[in-house]
Structure formats: C-alpha cells, structure tokens
C-alpha cells in the first residue's frame, strides 16, 4: 500500500514472480554452499535487473531510486545474499549515469548494455572501515594512466565482478579532499584478488579482499575528476544506502514475518494454533508494525531522493535513518521469527535462522548503524 | 512519496504560527490550573479549525485527512493538550457530516454558534473502557422521545462541550444493540460529573458525563437504531491517524525540538556535553523514532485520502500509527527527560510536561493494547 507508478507496479509483479519462482527454491542451498549463485545472475541479466539504472539505449529503464528499492526489496524477501549483487552492480552504474561526463557514458555504457555484467563498489580497507576518510590505497598519475597500489577488504561480489568501482588515494590533499574513484576492470595486470571471507550470513555473496600492486588504470576511467571522490561517495554512494541496505533489511524483515505467521496459524499447542495465543499475537503486531514503519520511511525518502525538491541536507540524514532503523527492525523481526518458531526455527530445516544471520550483516555493511547514528546527530546538532 | 497540496501547506503554515504565537505561551500555566483554555477556542473558532472536517457547504475547511494531521502535529508539537478539543469536536462533526440528515447537520450547527463550539465524542463508560461493545448506558423509547440513563467516564472535552455524541444501548446485548445520539448539555436530568485529576493532558476538561432520565428527542438520533457499532468502526476508528496518532508525534517531536536546543546551549556556553557520543546517539534515535512515527502516520492519510485500499489495510494501517506514534512519543519525551537531567525533571520545564502527557496517549483513543489486537487480528485473517 504505498502509491507507485504503473511502471513500478509492474516492475514489482515481475521481481515478485520472479522471487517466487527462480530464487527462493535456491535460497537454502546458496546459504548452505556459500557459492555465488551464477544461475540467478544468468536470470536477473535476462530480466533486466542488472542495467536498470541504465538508459533505454543501453537495455535499461532508467530506473528511479523507488524502483530499484522496489526489486531490492522484492529478492531480499527470498534471498538477500542473491539481492545484493543487483544492489552492488547498480551502485557503480548509477554512479556513472549521474557522476559520471557524457564522453565516460558512451565510454562504459556500451560495455553494459548486454545486461549481463556483474560490478562492486570498493571503498573499505583493512585499516579504514567506517572511518573510509583515511583510506590508503594509492593512484599515481603515471603518462596516460593511473598506478594503483593497495589492499581493499571486505567487497561485495568481489572477484566475480567485472567491474569495479574503486575509491583512491590521488592527491596530496588531506584526507576525504584527495580521494578519486575509478572504474577498473578485471583482469587487468597487477589487480588481483585475495581471502574470501568465511560469514555467519549473507553467503553466497562473496565478500572478498582486493589487492591492486602497480595496477594501471587509464585516465578516462576516472569519475568526477581528480579528488572528486569523496564528493561522489556522500552524493551519490550515501544515497544509495535507501535500495541498499534499508531495502534489503527491509524485504529480509518481510520474509520472517511472513514465515512467522504462516507458522503460528498453523503450529498447535495445548490444542490450539499458537497465533490464538495474545503472547504470540503481541509479537506479531509489533513485528508488523516496525516493518511497517520501516518501509514507510524507506519509500518518503526514496521519493524525496526521486523528487528532487528537498536539499541535500534533508535527505541525506533520512537516508541515514531509514537504512539505521530499517537493519534494526530487520534484526529484531527475524530475532523474534526465530523465537516463534522455537526450537524448529533454530534449525536449518527452517528459513528463519538464516534470515536472522542475513539481518545482522545488514546492520554492519553500507555503513554501520553507528556512522548512520554520527550523521544524524551531525545533522541535528549542526556540527561540521 | 508523500507530497503536501498548497492548501494542505497553507493551512499547515497558519496553524503552526497560531501554535508558536498562542498555544506554546500558556502551556505552562494551563498545565499548572487544569482550567479549560477558553482562549484556545476563540483563536481556533476565528480560524475555522473548529469546523475543519466539515464540508465547505457546511462552512468547514473540507480537510482531509492529511490536512487534520497537519494540524494537530503543529498544535500537539507546541502543547498536546492544544488539539484535543479539536479532535473531539472534529470527530464528532465528522460524523455528523457523514451520517446525519441534512436538516439535522443544520440544527446542530446552529445550535454550536450560541456557545462554546465544543463537542465531545461520549463512548467510554466506567466499567467498559477497552470492552466498549458492552457498554451499558441505556436509551429507551418513550413517544417521540428516548430516554437516557447511566453515566460516561473519561470524557475529553466533556467539561464545556455544548453538545455530546454520545453510544448509547437501544437493543440487546453487544455490539448491535447500540445507537447514537447527540445530547444537549442543556438538556434536563444531564450533568457534568467529577472532573478527573490526571497526571498530565491538564486543561482536556476530562469528566463524567451523567444522565439522569435525561429526554432526548428522536431527531437527534444519528444514522439507523442500533447500528450505532458502525459508525464506530467505519468513520470514528479511522480518526486515531490524525487524533492519537498525530498528537503523539507532534509532541515528540516538539521534545525533541526543545532537547536539541538544550544540547546547543550547553555547547555554545563551553559544556562539552554535545561532544559526548552517548548523547549523540540518543538524539539520533529520537530523530529516527520521530521521523518514522511521521512517515507512517503520512503514509497512512495518503492511503485513506486517495480511497484505493481495503478497509481492512487501512484500519491496520491507523492502528499501527496510532500505537506505534503512542510508544514512540513515551519513550523519546522519557529520553529527553534523561538527556536534560536533574533540570528536565523539575516543573516548569517543557519537558517534563510533555513526557506526562505522552503516557496519555498510549492510553486513550483505544489503549495500544486494543491496537495490537486488532493489527494482529487483521494479520492473521
């Protein structure tokens, strides 16, 4: 019941069909394989989800903020781990669509149109997590080229992406100023990749280290001009936390409560189904309701993002907000599916315990909760 | 999205001025004598909030239900206690203007000019708060008269209020054995009973309503004999959006106004408390509750005022604005008591006000406990 377009209604019918069909039967295999599930990306290339943002001429639908928070949504209901590969590879077309000169969209844009193209965006390092303002990973202008040299950690669908959208260190300006992002391909010398790590959820969506040693990167696939980095990064990167992480906690909180409903209509005890019980009833309305009010926030500040009219500084700490409430709601929705559930959904013969262990990455991942908490009180406190 | 109409801008505008200019100014005082703030009306009366949910043929704003939202947020973000005798006037007009005949709807308005404009929405009885199906107080025919005996309880307004809608049992057991009627406070056998003495929500003017073989003529009955349950059900339930559920949110968020501004002086005069993370992250949270509280509540009036959805995800949908706003108006008015300290707990500061009357609201317009049952219920189907 939030007003959508034709266009994203349908959108939404299809991702919804979809979810159904092809990728909730694999959800309990790709958590239990930890593999990278090829057949669904072969699935969201021929459906389009992977160039949405994309012009028309290059396969796309120049999708809007609310449409892709809609098929974000719509897969992370079934499967998060295969959602975000959708999420990481429009992060970086997105970022050439909007950040990125004309002469650079007739550059790469044609490298995407086959819709079948995976991309990451690479901003973390060993040292420098949420404090990303002092990453070290360096690129030397060198001729027509940049030399990379550095280490990135924790990237989603690293090393099965083709592109990458990596955060530099160009200038000699302090901190956030000399930073630069740049579109690097695989397979380039010198750019190869390191641990897979080993997590409690969101498996099957690899989370890879990255490491770039005199790796040399063409002038033309710097976006936003040199030092621009950082500007790219809080324009767009910030904003795309309202289809990333906020969409995807939200459609993981959808599918426990769904599951736990379901659950407690059916499940009887002392001869009768647990959902007469008002102890159960209880958690159920509050679990609706935070789920509800998450998506409430989540699509006023998509449509503030799709809209335009608010400034900047209104909608970046909204975002903030929804991607910090929504990974909390997800939490503690999937945290109360398991209780629900009892012993039977601390097993893995049920879905809940995984969306329990997805919900907790979601927290941590496109900013921890407690960096979205920092620019709130930024926000309000008017401090620099 | 939600997008606000130039009108809905407009009356949001005005309100908000009337709201810093006159409402905020006596909060204190009017906190402190419990008195009903007959000032209130008059700037309200001048302004047509009064009569905002009536039809424009009928002199009223014809707001919907965004708009009344708008409204109470602004005045509930100065004072909480401010829009109440809005929402029981209001509630009551609105369903008039739905379910009552055209010469009643006239007669009623005529007879609001000569007095207080006030109206209360008399469902609650002593001993049926939550469990108002059973209610007891009974209408018997009598010519071309009923008459009325029992008493209602926790009646918000009912201390001025020129006339009362009030649920009334004309049938059997239950549910649809009620009817409604508007009573007169003129009318003979009606008294205003014991004013209660509440913790907070002072100047509601929140009494007994007592009828004593009180006579009310049939004309005032509203809508058919016992089907008094659905007009309930159908138009007064769905009013909590804007009633609870926005005064909730407008308090909170006039706590956290006044909590931010606390912090910067703090800072501005050398305390180093805004640089502590702790607090930061209390007014984050505060934020995040408030903006969601918003966000539903605005979802929600969007969803009514455009009629597209079923009756059942609506109710769900004011249910949990309502209980959801309620919860978060409790807990971000107590923070910001903590975040204020000893001084946020003395009188005379805003803030201790506004946490004793957020607990109202988890209480009236249907306890969060009622909501719960119902979104759970609906859920469940």
């Not at chain 2, 201790?352 to 009622?370: H, L, P």
Request: charged share 25%.
């Amino acid at each position: 019941m939030i007003h959508f377009t034709e266009d994203q209604r349908m959108i939404q019918q299809m991702v919804r069909k979809l979810a159904k069909e092809k990728v909730a039967p694999r959800a309990a295999e790709i958590d239990e394989t930890d593999e990278f599930p090829w057949d669904l990306a072969k699935v969201f290339g021929e459906n389009g989800l992977l160039n949405l943002v994309l012009p028309e001429e290059y396969g796309g639908v120049n999708a809007d903020n609310t449409t892709l928070c809609i098929v974000i949504e719509e897969l992370s209901k079934v499967s998060p781990a295969s959602s975000l590969m959708v999420f990481t590879t429009q992060a970086l077309t997105n970022v050439l669509i909007r950040g990125g000169s004309e002469e650079q969209k007739k550059i790469f844009c044609p490298k995407f149109a086959s819709g079948d193209k995976i991309c990451a965006f690479v901003l973390t390092e060993p040292n420098y997590g949420s404090d990303a303002a002092s990453l070290q990973t360096k690129a030397v202008p060198d001729g027509d080229d940049y030399v990379m040299t550095g280490n990135k950690t924790f990237i989603t669908t690293g090393e099965v992406a083709d592109f990458y959208l990596v955060f530099a260190r160009t200038g000699p300006g302090e901190r956030a100023k000399g930073i630069s992002a740049f579109i690097v391909e695989k397979g380039i010398p010198g750019f190869t990749f390191g641990k897979k790590e080993k997590k409690m959820g969101l498996r099957g969506s690899p989370t890879v280290e990255l490491i770039f040693e005199d790796a040399r990167i063409p002038k033309k696939n710097l976006l936003g001009g040199e030092g621009g980095g950082w500007n790219i990064l809080t324009q767009y990167g910030n904003l795309m936390r309202i289809w990333g992480a906020a969409s995807v906690s939200l459609g993981i909180a959808e599918g426990a409560l769904e599951y736990a409903a379901g659950y407690a209509k059916e499940r009887v005890q002392f001869g009768k189904p647990i959902a007469t019980f008002q102890a159960i009833q209880f958690m159920l309305a509050d679990m609706a309701m935070l789920t509800e009010a998450a998506r409430s926030l989540n699509y006023r500040a998509s449509g503030m993002i799709d809209k335009g009219t608010e400034p900047f500084s209104k909608i970046e700490p909204m975002v903030s907000m929804a991607k910090c409430f929504t990974t909390d709601t997800a939490m503690k929705v999937t945290t109360d599916a398991v209780q629900i559930l009892g012993g039977y959904g601390y097993t893995k013969d049920y879905p809940v315990e995984r969306m329990m262990r997805d919900a907790k990455g979601v927290q941590i991942f496109d900013g921890t909760n407690q960096i979205q908490r920092m620019i709130i009180s930024r926000s309000l406190l008017g401090k620099s | 999205m939600v997008e606000f109409t130039e009108e809905q801008k407009r009356v949001r505008d005005t309100v908000r001025k009337i709201a810093e200019e006159k409402v905020a100014p006596r909060a204190a005082e009017i906190d402190e004598t419990d008195e009903f703030p007959l000032d209130y009306v008059d700037v309200y009366a001048k302004n047509g909030l009064l009569k905002a949910t009536l039809p424009k043929s009928s002199g009223g704003l014809d707001a919907d239900t965004m708009t009344l939202c708008l409204i109470v947020e602004e005045l509930a973000r100065a004072y909480a206690s401010a829009p109440q005798m809005l929402i029981t006037t209001g509630a009551v007009l609105q369903v008039l203007s739905k379910a009552a005949t055209t010469a009643q709807l006239q007669r009623f308005l005529k007879r609001l000019e000569k007095g207080t404009h006030i109206c209360s929405f008399a469902l609650t009885e002593a001993n049926y708060g939550s469990d108002a199906g059973n209610l007891q107080t009974r209408a018997v025919p009598d010519g071309d008269n009923y008459v009325v005996n029992g008493s209602k309880a926790f009646i918000t307004s009912g201390e001025v209020a020129e006339l009362n809608l009030v649920f009334v049992r004309t049938g059997g057991r239950g549910t649809k054995g009620i009817s409604v009627i508007v009573v007169d406070k003129n009318s003979h056998g009606f008294h205003v009973g014991n004013k209660e003495h509440k913790m907070g929500f002072a100047g509601t003017g929140t009494v007994e309503l007592i009828f004593d073989d009180v006579e009310v003529s049939k004309d005032n009955l509203i809508g058919k004999e016992n089907e008094g349950w659905r007009l309930l059900t159908n138009i007064a339930n769905m009013m909590r959006v804007w009633g609870a559920g926005s005064t909730a949110m407008g308090n909170a968020q006039g706590a956290l106004d006044d909590v931010v501004e606390y912090v910067r002086e703090e800072v501005q005069s050398g305390k180093p408390e805004v640089d502590f993370q702790a607090i930061q992250f209390m007014l984050a949270d505060m934020a995040i509750s408030v903006e969601t509280a918003r966000s539903l509540i605005y979802r929600t009036a969007y969803v009514m005022d455009r009629n597209g959805a079923s009756f059942k995800d609506v109710e769900t949908l004011v249910c949990m604005s309502k209980c959801y706003a309620a919860d978060v108006g409790m807990k971000v008015t107590s923070d910001a008591v903590q975040i204020v300290g000893g001084y946020g707990y003395t009188k005379g500061s805003s803030i201790e006000r506004r946490m004793r009357d957020a607990k109202s609201v988890q209480i009236y317009d249907g306890s969060n406990q009622i909501q719960r049952i119902v979104a759970a219920r609906n859920l469940l189907s």
